[in-house]
């Protein structure tokens, strides 16, 4: 199965940034369409942003401006930079895979999930 392994997750203080990284592993093509979710207790899980294999990207509201999410094809690697944090940031956040794109688009379940990483952010 296709494995994917998030890092970078810390405690931070309001206003700091963090740069969340998710390797994918066992892979069957070379690149894949991907995302980065969160989740934390008592909400819903949010599809925070979402990038395809030619690099167009989508973001929640609630963090566009100050999120980025990039991918280094060569290097099976998708980023995702957070600038400028918040309490409401703290969470999760996991990182999935999928082969179609319209999967986060539609709000699908992705074919491959990660562990997750944790983000808290501190005022």
């Known amino acids: 199965q296709v494995q994917l392994v998030e890092s970078g997750g810390d405690s931070v203080q309001s206003g700091g940034s963090l740069r969340l990284s998710c390797v994918i592993s066992?892979?069957?093509?070379?690149?894949?369409?991907m995302a980065w979710f969160r989740q934390s207790p008592g909400k819903e899980r949010e599809k925070v942003a979402a990038?395809?294999?030619?690099?167009?990207?989508n973001y929640a509201d609630s963090v566009e401006g100050r999120f980025t999410i990039s991918r280094d094809n060569a290097k099976n690697i998708v980023s995702l930079q957070m600038n400028s944090l918040q309490s409401d940031d703290s969470a999760m956040y996991i990182c999935?895979?999928?082969?179609?794109?319209?999967?986060?688009?539609?709000?699908?379940?992705?074919?491959?999930w990660g562990h997750g990483t944790q983000v808290t952010v501190s005022s």
């Open positions: 999935a895979a999928d082969q179609k794109f319209y999967t986060f688009l539609h709000g699908y379940e992705p074919a491959y």
């Open positions: 990038i395809s294999t030619g690099g167009t990207t």
């Open positions: 066992n892979y069957y093509y070379t690149n894949y369409f």
